[in-house]
């Protein structure tokens, strides 16, 4: 297996999640995605920098503690402007999958990331711009 740069794997795992969880982001249109985090700002902003030069989208973050986070969007439902949900614990995870918001099987990633190779088109400027 090859070995990735921590930044480049947590990029492709955004990425993922945002397949993942079924939300679509229409990057002709709007070319903004937003995420609402749960992990430190520090941590994230890295990502957030990469991802914002390689995908070319204006990313929108709002930082916040995860279980505020779950209680917000819970609370908004479909009229939340949140195209993506980092989470620090699994616990706010398990609430959003128990309330039927993100199916379980959508929240793993696979073992083996050659997986990944099999991309839908829309994120094949993923690769291409080497994140995947």
Same mark, same amino acid.
């Given at each position: ?15 993922v999640v945002v397949l993942g969880t079924g ?14 985090? *749960?992990?430190?700002?520090?941590? !994230? =902003?890295?990502? !957030? ?15 916040? =503690? ?10 908004? *439902?479909?009229?939340?402007?949140? @195209?993506?949900?980092?989470?620090? =614990?699994? *616990? ?15 929240? !793993?990633?696979?073992? @083996?990331?050659?997986?990944?190779? @099999? ?14």
């Amino acid at each position: 297996m090859k070995k990735l740069s921590l930044v480049k794997f947590c990029a492709g795992a955004l990425a993922v999640v945002v397949l993942g969880t079924g939300l679509a982001v229409n990057t002709q249109q709007s070319k903004t995605l937003t995420i609402y985090s *749960g992990r430190e700002e520090k941590l !994230i =902003d890295p990502l !957030i920098e990469k991802a914002t030069k390689d995908l070319k989208l204006k990313i929108q973050v709002r930082y916040a =503690d995860t279980a505020e986070l779950a209680i917000a969007l819970f609370e908004e *439902g479909n009229n939340s402007r949140a @195209d993506m949900f980092l989470a620090k =614990d699994a *616990g706010a995870l398990g609430t959003k999958s128990a309330s039927g918001q993100i199916p379980v099987n959508k929240l !793993i990633l696979p073992r @083996d990331l050659s997986q990944l190779s @099999d991309l839908p088109s829309t994120l094949k400027v993923l690769q291409q711009a080497g994140v995947l």
